[in-house]
């Protein structure tokens, strides 16, 4: 994947995470019964966004469309792309609908089952476990880098 195709993935990963963020601390004004799956998922969300934004960082400076970590991460279905879809999918199961009736309901009630929460946060979970190591390998790279100059 080039540098900008990998800049713009993580672009997205970073919005996707934004909209997830935003449309949790909505849910969490509206409905009381969820509040502690609804901190869950914005908690996770955020974390996420800051490992994305890191990356996003590192992709952007002068060296880093040569990383092979960063490379490796943004291949063509790879990865990042693995993390889009199941982003998007969640983000797409809490975000408001735009009719008034079927808003009314949604608003009553958490969209996300019991078992949907917690299939949500181990995928989650493995996305942020994923960019973090990515992050990790990354930093090790440029020590070594470093060191043999």
């Not at 009381?32 to 955020?46: H, L, V």
């Not at 693995?82 to 609908?97: A, M, R, T, V, W």
């Amino acid at each position: 994947m080039e540098a900008v195709g990998f800049a713009s993935s993580l672009l997205t990963l970073v919005e996707v995470s934004g909209k997830i963020v935003l449309a949790c601390y909505k849910y969490h004004q509206d409905i009381k019964s969820a509040k502690k799956d609804i901190a869950r998922i914005r908690s996770e969300a955020t974390s996420i966004r800051s490992v994305a934004e890191r990356l996003l960082e590192i992709a952007g400076s002068r060296n880093g469309a040569t990383r092979p970590t960063l490379r490796a991460l943004g291949d063509s279905d790879g990865f990042l792309d693995s993390f889009l879809k199941d982003f998007k999918s969640l983000n797409l199961g809490i975000e408001p609908p735009t009719e008034k009736t079927k808003k009314l309901a949604f608003i009553l009630k958490w969209p996300l089952t019991k078992s949907e929460t917690e299939r949500s946060l181990v995928v989650m979970g493995r996305i942020k476990a994923t960019l973090q190591l990515a992050l990790a390998a990354d930093t090790a790279f440029v020590d070594v880098f470093v060191l043999d100059e």
